[in-house]
Antibody
Framework: EVQLVESGGGLVQPGRSLRLSCAASGFRFDDFVMHWVRQAPGKGLEWISSISWNSGSIVYGDSVKGRFTISRDNAKNSLYLQMNSLRADDTALYYC????????????????????WGQGTTVTVS | DIVMTQSPPSLPVTPGEPASISCRSSQSLLHSRGDNYLDWYLQKPGQSPQLLIYLGSNRASGVPDRFSGSGSDTDFTLRISRVEAEDVGVYYCMQALQSPRTFGQGTKLEIK
């Protein structure tokens, strides 16, 4: 079964750090771009970061640039998000998401959408 | 950044009736290779989002054929030919042409 399981969320004070993890199973993790997408309480979806299959291409949204770092360990089938200098507006449910492309930008690859989403891990900054 | 605008924000539908959601982008999502980098996702109540449509008009695996996507350039539409109770939730369009990827604000479909 294809699965993404996030962990590492919790309650943290403003200015502190937190590291999220995402364990992937059921597919060849090192074949695909991976993303973090978040959803603030009662709000819509916000993409925050992407990483290509070999970590050669990494992009961030403006709201997290300079504070968050995405990384992956293909040997461990794991995706990470290091979150520093957390603010109240970082409070959200954080989803780990699998892409169908291997590289960024996706128009240079075969792209069939973001096809697997984890159940999310909640980060509360207060 | 590409701004995605969905309408309507809320969509009450009688079961068995059709439904339509519009999504407009502030820039063309049509790549020179001919694909529109526009996806549709559905977030059912209490669940994670799920992929419905990719590249504007292609149904994802397992998506019922009552769902269809159309459009090109900056104007896109998601249609449900006959709404069922299980279709309730929030529908989002998302552009994948440029970083940052951006979502529409969502359309909440509810059953009358």
């Amino acid at each position: 079964e294809v699965q993404l399981v996030e962990s590492g969320g919790g309650l943290v004070q403003p200015g502190r750090s937190l590291r999220l993890s995402c364990a992937a199973s059921g597919f060849r993790f090192d074949d695909f771009v991976m993303h973090w997408v978040r959803q603030a309480p009662g709000k819509g979806l916000e993409w925050i970061s992407s990483i290509s299959w070999n970590s050669g291409s990494i992009v961030y949204g403006d709201s997290v640039k300079g504070r968050f770092t995405i990384s992956r360990d293909n040997a461990k089938n794991s995706l990470y998000l290091q979150m520093n200098s957390l603010r109240a507006d970082d409070t959200a449910l954080y989803y780990c998401v699998k892409d169908t492309a291997a590289i960024l930008p996706v128009f240079n690859a075969y792209y069939y959408g973001m096809d697997v989403w984890g159940q999310g891990t909640t980060v509360t900054v207060s | 950044d590409i701004v995605m605008t969905q309408s309507p924000p809320s969509l009450p539908v009688t079961p068995g009736e059709p439904a339509s959601i519009s999504c407009r982008s502030s820039q063309s999502l049509l790549h020179s290779r001919g694909d529109n980098y526009l996806d549709w996702y559905l977030q059912k109540p209490g669940q994670s989002p799920q992929l419905l449509i990719y590249l504007g008009s292609n149904r994802a695996s397992g998506v019922p054929d009552r769902f269809s996507g159309s459009g090109s350039d900056t104007d896109f539409t998601l249609r449900i030919s006959r709404v069922e109770a299980e279709d309730v939730g929030v529908y989002y369009c998302m552009q994948a042409l440029q970083s940052p990827r951006t979502f529409g604000q969502g359309t909440k479909l509810e059953i009358k």
